[in-house]
């Protein structure tokens, strides 16, 4: 089975920065293209970006990220670099491959707070 672990969550000031970063099961985020997800309070989860499985490592991003956060990934792991934090990024953040596996990850929070 599956398994995914996220970090790097916790508190940040607006305009702050956090890195987040996912472990999965070995070969899982080397081998297929790989998404950050949220999930806010109410509403279901939704996609932030997501980075090609090819070599390239080609990003895409949702419109509302606006050039504020960078995905990456390495053999390692899946990382999301959020820069200028906003509050309306405050949400529980998830990853997975895409398609994504049935099983998610316990998630890593993010709050948003001066």
């Known amino acids: 089975q599956v398994q995914f672990v996220e970090s790097g969550g916790g508190l940040v000031q607006p305009g702050g920065s956090l890195r987040l970063s996912c472990t999965a099961s070995?070969?899982?985020?080397?081998?297929?293209?790989m998404a950050w997800f949220r999930q806010k309070p109410g509403n279901e989860r939704e996609l932030v970006a997501r980075?090609?499985?090819?070599?390239?490592?080609y990003p895409f991003y949702m419109d509302f990220v606006n050039g504020r956060f960078t995905i990456s990934k390495d053999n390692d792991g899946l990382y999301l670099q959020m820069d200028r934090v906003e509050p309306e990024d405050q949400a529980v953040y998830y990853c997975?491959?895409?398609?994504?596996?049935?099983?998610w990850g316990q998630g890593t929070q993010v709050t948003v707070s001066s």
């Open positions: 980075i090609s499985g090819t070599d390239e490592h």
């Open positions: 997975n491959r895409l398609p994504p596996y049935p099983t």
């Open positions: 070995p070969g899982v985020v080397g081998m297929y293209a």
